[in-house]
């Protein structure tokens, strides 16, 4: 029924990424005119966009709105609106450009894209997730005349998705020159047949355009280390549009998570007289794994999955994707020892893998949310039997060259795993993937744990299992699907809005209670989440259970905790005016909340000591105070001086804790290794607010330079630099030069100013921004103004 034994020898490459001549990649995110009016006039050349606004992209018109609860998606949508946008470019093309194959290439839009060029119509794209090119070749206009690019983008049919999607041309839009014989990136396909640190091989497959038919020349197929030396190289003769062959390469470094490295692969088209006819340039990881009934592999030695699902939307950014704050989103998880990240639940950007890719992390590449059988009234089940194929034949075709794609998933909690059409439906797309890509695993999460019942996994071909929480049952999943690999493909749904401290109950409560109750009915009235770790969703559970549960069974290959960030939407436990979810790890502003330190301290090797909650309470308070440490025997207490106990870690508790009436003061906190104090920290009781602090990160985030972000943190202090948890003021974002404020946040759930606003009140004491230099060779000024405190920054 299922294989004993998974494994996959495999060579992992990252998508285009710079090209020679004749090739050219033409960024065309500038200069669009857009308006949310619709007329069918506008796709008409001759129409002028005289009244439009004028945007760049990638653009998501959903994020500047003010959030509403009159909204058809709901509080579960964002509370944000959809409807339908137009967008218009014009360019200008050179009488010497006749000749030459054009493409325009559109990285992602929410949703049912219609392009026109000329007042040609080229076509729908349903799915609002994948890229797709369309071929502009035969109506372009050349020398004087003005090409005209138009788009209508219809995001009006609504609930469409269980979470926040965004609107518009969220993603890169890039015009591409070839040459009449070019690669067709999408049918290249790069693999290793051998893998080691001794010996290995590159195989490398693509297909010519046709107009290489009957045409004769050469294929130069190139390794490069990361110096730029070339450590394999090959000539091939090619006489059709075939071209299959493979590279001897010696010695590599393998690629993992704790050391990502890349080569450059090049595959040079010459004809007869050695002119150069196209080039492409792919980055190559070289490593091996296997899952198997004991877990997962990588490189030969047991590694588990530390993962996270991960939603597309970037906080204030909505889900115009940024690669500057996609790479900061990453970093963060990096720190707190992440390893995986699981796409939930659809394909992200092609960029978000390029920094998987460079930065060492696993991916779990998911496709649906749904197949036939619908989760909202007008989500993907709509499109489902004309598309599911094609749609899914472009993923793969997309990221297979990607080294950070490990795994494909076919679903998420598919409701055809009831009932008997999941078999064939199973079956179907698995042998798409795989004849597409034989060297990856299929999996689908699920959340059916008797065999009998579960019509996914009775198809008997996915390769690898994953379960969706079902704690109770982990012991009975290796009998009840016998030699099938398994892993925690999503767990905790954990709630917390950072900063915030209810007293501790004994159990964990869940909010809500039970499947009856849409909403808790016994939460805060301020619509929060204590950020002790004690409330979840009635599926879920803590983040020190759900991760024990897994850490002690090898068998699970890994844990993808839902979720690393809060995302927009899908604000369980409450109703509006909650907005956004409670289940990050770190808040949708990208600070971490408390338990980021748990997931540190058990995930790295990083001197963890982190003590919660503030010191500002009531005197006399009771008050549970925690502390998450590692690398250490235990941990002492002192509040002004005096101990409170020393406490140490368990096999069932991963945190100290303790319950201490509050008196103004410190409460300091020391890790005792071997006898001796080896870290120290402090909590101190905080006055009034007298001054913000602004610290400016950009150098590490940076990416590009043209779309990077320069990230404001405010905090708000008292005279002794000690964060104000309990007075928070609004603070002002004041551009005064060369920048420009593309969002601001600060975690809260329930705050409805516009993630768009250059004004947010600090919560808890913190706010961020997040800015954007109009021009790169000038430095930039602004003002940061909270009250009468008044702060000028200079950002070179």
């Known amino acids: 029924?299922?294989?004993?034994?998974?494994?996959?020898?495999?060579?992992?490459?990252?998508?285009?990424?710079?090209?020679?001549?004749?090739?050219?990649?033409?960024?065309?995110?500038?200069?669009?005119?857009?308006?949310?009016?619709?007329?069918?006039?506008?796709?008409?050349?001759?129409?002028?966009?005289?009244?439009?606004?004028?945007?760049?992209?990638?653009?998501?018109?959903?994020?500047?709105?003010?959030?509403?609860?009159?909204?058809?998606?709901?509080?579960?949508?964002?509370?944000?609106?959809?409807?339908?946008?137009?967008?218009?470019?014009?360019?200008?093309?050179?009488?010497?450009?006749?000749?030459?194959?054009?493409?325009?290439?559109?990285?992602?839009?929410?949703?049912?894209?219609?392009?026109?060029?000329?007042?040609?119509?080229?076509?729908?794209?349903?799915?609002?997730?994948?890229?797709?090119?369309?071929?502009l070749t035969p109506y372009l206009r050349y020398g004087n005349e003005q090409n005209v690019i138009a788009v209508r983008v219809d995001n009006s049919m609504q609930p469409n998705s269980r979470w926040y999607t965004g609107s518009g041309i969220y993603r890169d839009v890039r015009l591409e020159k070839r040459a009449p014989v070019h690669l067709l990136p999408a049918e290249t396909y790069i693999t290793t047949p051998k893998v080691s640190t001794e010996k290995s091989s590159v195989r490398v497959q693509s297909v010519l355009s046709q107009a290489a038919s009957g045409k004769a020349g050469r294929v130069v197929l190139k390794l490069r280390d990361k110096n730029k030396m070339t450590i394999a190289e090959k000539t091939v003769l090619f006489s059709d549009s075939q071209i299959d062959d493979e590279l001897q390469v010696g010695g590599v470094t393998l690629w993992s998570p704790d050391n990502p490295t890349l080569y450059e692969l090049s595959i040079t088209v010459l004809d007869n007289t050695n002119k150069l006819l196209d080039e492409l340039k792919y980055k190559v990881g070289f490593r091996y794994f296997h899952f198997d009934e004991n877990g997962f592999a990588l490189n030969g030695e047991p590694f588990k999955l530390l993962g996270v699902c991960l939603h597309h939307d970037l906080g204030a950014l909505g889900a115009a994707f940024n690669k500057s704050a996609a790479k900061r989103q990453l970093l963060i998880m990096k720190d707190m020892g992440v390893n995986a990240i699981r796409t939930a639940h659809n394909p992200f950007a092609e960029e978000f893998l390029d920094l998987c890719d460079e930065l060492g992390f696993l991916v779990q590449n998911e496709a649906y949310d749904m197949w036939a059988k619908r989760k909202n009234k007008f989500d993907y089940h709509i499109d489902f039997k004309e598309?599911?194929?094609?749609?899914?034949?472009?993923?793969?075709?997309?990221?297979?060259?990607?080294?950070?794609?490990?795994?494909?998933?076919?679903?998420?909690?598919?409701?055809?795993?009831?009932?008997?059409?999941?078999?064939?439906?199973?079956?179907?797309?698995?042998?798409?993937?795989?004849?597409?890509?034989?060297?990856?695993?299929?999996?689908?999460?699920?959340?059916?744990?008797?065999?009998?019942?579960?019509?996914?996994?009775?198809?008997?071909?996915?390769?690898?299992?994953?379960?969706?929480?079902?704690?109770?049952?982990?012991?009975?999943?290796?009998?009840?699907?016998?030699?099938?690999?398994?892993?925690?493909?999503?767990?905790?749904?954990?709630?917390?809005?950072r900063g915030v401290y209810d007293a501790l109950h004994d159990t964990i409560q869940l909010w809500p209670a039970s499947s009856a109750d849409k909403f808790v009915t016994n939460g805060n009235p301020d619509f929060t989440v204590s950020a002790y770790d004690n409330v979840a969703a009635y599926w879920g559970t803590s983040h020190e259970r759900a991760w024990l549960e897994v850490k002690k069974r090898d068998f699970l290959g890994g844990i993808f905790v839902w979720t690393g960030f809060d995302y927009l939407g899908e604000p369980v436990p409450y109703p509006y005016p909650a907005r956004s979810s409670y289940y990050g790890i770190v808040d949708l502003a990208g600070l971490p909340k408390d338990v980021y330190y748990m997931y540190q301290s058990e995930w790295t090797d990083t001197e963890v000591l982190h003590l919660l909650p503030h010191w500002n309470w009531k005197e006399g308070e009771e008050v549970d105070v925690w502390c998450y440490?590692?690398?250490?025997?235990?941990?002492?207490?002192?509040?002004?001086?005096?101990?409170?106990?020393?406490?140490?870690?368990?096999?069932?508790?991963?945190?100290?804790?303790?319950?201490?009436?509050?008196?103004?003061?410190?409460?300091?906190?020391?890790?005792?290794?071997?006898?001796?104090?080896?870290?120290?920290?402090?909590?101190?009781?905080?006055?009034?607010?007298?001054?913000?602090?602004?610290?400016?990160?950009?150098?590490?985030?940076?990416?590009?330079?043209?779309?990077?972000?320069?990230?404001?943190?405010?905090?708000?202090?008292?005279?002794?630099?000690?964060?104000?948890?309990?007075?928070?003021?609004?603070?002002?974002?004041?551009?005064?030069?060369?920048?420009?404020?593309?969002?601001?946040?600060?975690?809260?759930?329930?705050?409805?100013?516009?993630?768009?606003?250059?004004?947010?009140?600090?919560?808890?004491?913190?706010?961020?921004?997040?800015?954007?230099?109009?021009s790169l060779e000038k430095e930039a000024k602004i003002i940061v103004k909270a009250n009468t405190i008044i702060k000028e920054i200079v950002i070179k």
């Open 387 to 497: 598309h599911h194929i094609v749609d899914l034949i472009t993923l793969v075709k997309r990221d297979r060259n990607h080294p950070s794609v490990f795994m494909w998933s076919i679903g998420n909690e598919i409701r055809e795993q009831f009932d008997d059409t999941g078999i064939e439906l199973t079956k179907g797309m698995t042998e798409v993937v795989k004849k597409l890509d034989p060297t990856r695993p299929v999996t689908a999460a699920l959340t059916e744990t008797n065999y009998e019942k579960n019509f996914i996994a009775q198809a008997g071909v996915l390769d690898v299992l994953g379960f969706n929480y079902k704690y109770f049952d982990y012991d009975k999943l290796p009998t009840e699907f016998k030699g099938v690999p398994l892993i925690a493909s999503e767990t905790t749904s954990a709630l917390q809005t």
């Open 1 to 135: 029924m299922f294989s004993k034994f998974v494994c996959f020898l495999v060579l992992f490459v990252t998508v285009l990424s710079s090209m020679a001549q004749p090739r050219e990649v033409i960024n065309f995110n500038g200069d669009w005119s857009f308006t949310l009016e619709d007329d069918l006039q506008f796709r008409r050349a001759t129409f002028s966009p005289v009244n439009w606004k004028k945007v760049s992209l990638p653009h998501d018109w959903s994020i500047g709105f003010d959030f509403g609860e009159e909204y058809p998606a709901g509080n579960a949508g964002g509370a944000l609106p959809g409807g339908v946008g137009w967008y218009r470019k014009t360019f200008q093309l050179s009488e010497n450009d006749k000749g030459s194959h054009y493409t325009i290439y559109f990285g992602g839009v929410y949703r049912y894209a219609e392009v026109w060029l000329n007042d040609q119509y080229l076509g729908k794209n349903s799915n609002g997730y994948l890229s797709f090119e369309r071929d």
């Open 629 to 774: 440490y590692n690398n250490a025997d235990e941990v002492e207490l002192f509040l002004n001086g005096r101990s409170l106990g020393r406490r140490s870690k368990t096999d069932e508790v991963l945190h100290a804790s303790w319950n201490v009436p509050f008196e103004k003061g410190e409460l300091k906190v020391v890790k005792i290794k071997d006898g001796k104090v080896v870290q120290e920290a402090v909590k101190k009781t905080a006055g009034k607010p007298v001054d913000i602090v602004v610290d400016v990160e950009h150098d590490r985030y940076a990416v590009d330079g043209s779309t990077d972000l320069h990230f404001l943190t405010v905090s708000l202090v008292d005279k002794n630099g000690t964060i104000v948890p309990d007075s928070d003021v609004e603070v002002s974002f004041l551009p005064q030069e060369n920048l420009t404020i593309r969002g601001t946040d600060n975690g809260y759930q329930a705050d409805l100013n516009s993630l768009s606003s250059p004004k947010r009140k600090t919560y808890k004491g913190l706010a961020i921004a997040m800015a954007q230099k109009n």
